[in-house]
């Protein structure tokens, strides 16, 4: 019997090596077209994420409300998607600054661009009155390139984490750091948008035959957070 007993928590251990190395592995390795395009473009193409242009001094008119639990006091990061084809990173911020008291964001992203419109240490206007008092929140703007989508998630994904970090929110988290704006709308409320759920899908439909997802965004924040997207 205890010769048995021995096998069995030998054999156990042996299982449980195997499943943990080959999971590592797994979560390591992004099964998803849109991710491995954009580590290759990161490991043999040279990409870069945009490093992020100040636009802060034209934004003065808008208001400074702290967050539901005080000044610098983010819970996590909305995304979102301007929902218009034909417009412009610059086109949106100006369109943004005009008209600032029917909604504003923090930050705008294309495939070559980012750009911060407003102070993330206060809250912004662009999801509802409940996510509003909670999170920092950035618009992505329609791109037309395979591309420009890729480097538009990159961009976006490193927004990300470098909030995360600076704020010290931790890893990335669906629906704890990192929300759709869809999320918001299904989970929070006050709000009825989906974005960028629609984009996001058509995108990767069209350009990688795939999906593309926010469990997809949150794995490529994590990586870049970790240092860990080329290994």
Not at 112 to 138: E, K
Request: hydrophobic share 35%; aromatic share 12%; glycine share 6%.
């Amino acid at each position: 019997m205890k010769g048995m007993k021995f096998l069995f928590c030998l054999l156990t251990a042996i299982l449980a090596t195997f499943f943990f190395i080959n999971g590592k592995a797994k979560a390591d390795t992004p099964n998803n077209s849109v991710l491995r395009y954009i580590r290759d473009g990161v490991k043999n193409k040279g990409w870069k994420p945009a490093a992020e242009q100040n636009w802060l001094s034209k934004s003065t008119m808008l208001p400074k409300n702290n967050y539901r639990y005080g000044k610098a006091r983010p819970e996590g990061i909305v995304i979102h998607e301007t929902a218009n084809p034909r417009s412009t990173i610059t086109s949106e911020i100006t369109y943004m600054y005009k008209n600032w008291r029917t909604a504003f964001v923090h930050n705008f992203v294309d495939g070559n661009s980012l750009i911060g419109v407003a102070d993330t240490d206060y809250q912004c206007w662009g999801a509802g009155a409940i996510a509003n008092p909670r999170f920092i929140q950035i618009e992505q703007v329609e791109v037309h390139s395979k591309d420009e989508f890729a480097r538009e998630q990159l961009n976006a994904a490193k927004f990300a984490a470098d909030q995360l970090n600076h704020y010290h929110l931790g890893a990335a988290s669906q629906r704890k750091t990192i929300w759709t704006h869809d999320d918001v709308s299904k989970y929070l409320g006050g709000s009825n948008h989906t974005d960028p759920i629609n984009y996001w899908n058509n995108s990767a439909k069209d350009w990688f035959s795939g999906i593309y997802t926010i469990n997809d965004f949150i794995w490529l924040v994590n990586q870049i957070k970790n240092n860990t997207l080329t290994k």
